[in-house]
């Protein structure tokens, strides 16, 4: 009788070991596969924002509510790249030279083939040129698949949350709000329940977006992250 209660008081001694172990790493462990999770969402939230930025300045001002639209925008879209080769003198900008009359003064010559006003003007070495390049190869990095932006990283398929709003200022002048988000519940699903609760908690508390995000449909940030 003896020896089986030895045996249960080593088993619950064991077991209450096993408890503070778990209450001690329980809270670690969420920590760094969160900070993993987060990183990776982050990531790619920057990914829509720099292809909704590039996005916006080739079309009026405007970003897109649609990922179908993004993507395809990511994939065939070219933007513009000023060539620039020579700089003008400060003897030329004082005697009323501006880079647009330059370029117009070199254009002209191109299509008259008279070069005398070129050499006039000493821009026999002065050349700008706009030259197209690929969305795809400019802002991205090399093999990054723009299919790839509308998922959520670790959201077993979920996809980002994300719209548009135009609004006026004060000015009368009118602008387009952007927002893109997912939150805690999707990219920390799988991982402890009462510690993804205690986060959204504390964000409610706060008033804050229980999540990740870009942007505000409520107010223009310029696209910031509610990490940053």
């Keep these: 009788m003896k020896t089986v209660f030895n045996i249960v008081l080593g088993l619950c001694a064991l077991a209450l070991v096993y408890i503070c172990y778990a209450s001690i790493m329980g809270p670690i462990n969420f920590e760094k596969a969160e900070k993993i999770r987060e990183q990776a969402v982050i990531a790619r939230l920057i990914d829509i924002r720099k292809a909704q930025t590039e996005y916006r300045n080739l079309n009026n001002l405007q970003y897109t509510p649609s990922f179908d639209t993004l993507i395809h925008f990511v994939k065939t879209a070219k933007l513009p790249f000023i060539y620039k080769k020579g700089e003008l003198t400060d003897k030329q900008m004082e005697d009323g030279l501006t880079e647009k009359k330059a370029v117009s003064i070199i254009n002209k010559a191109k299509k008259t083939g008279n070069y005398a006003e070129v050499k006039k003007w000493g821009l026999e070495n002065f050349e700008r040129d706009t030259l197209w390049t690929a969305v795809l190869d400019t802002i991205f990095p ?87």
């Design 142 to 228: 090399k093999g990054f698949n723009p299919d790839s932006m509308r998922y959520v990283p670790y959201g077993n398929g979920a996809q980002f949350e994300m719209a548009i709003k135009n609004d006026t200022a004060k000015s009368g002048a009118p602008f387009c709000l952007l927002e893109v988000k997912t939150p805690y519940t999707v990219y920390l699903n799988g991982l402890d329940p009462q510690e993804i609760a205690n986060k959204i908690d504390l964000q409610t508390k706060l008033g804050k977006y229980a999540g990740l995000m870009i942007g505000s449909l409520e107010t223009a940030n310029n696209n910031a992250g509610n990490w940053e």
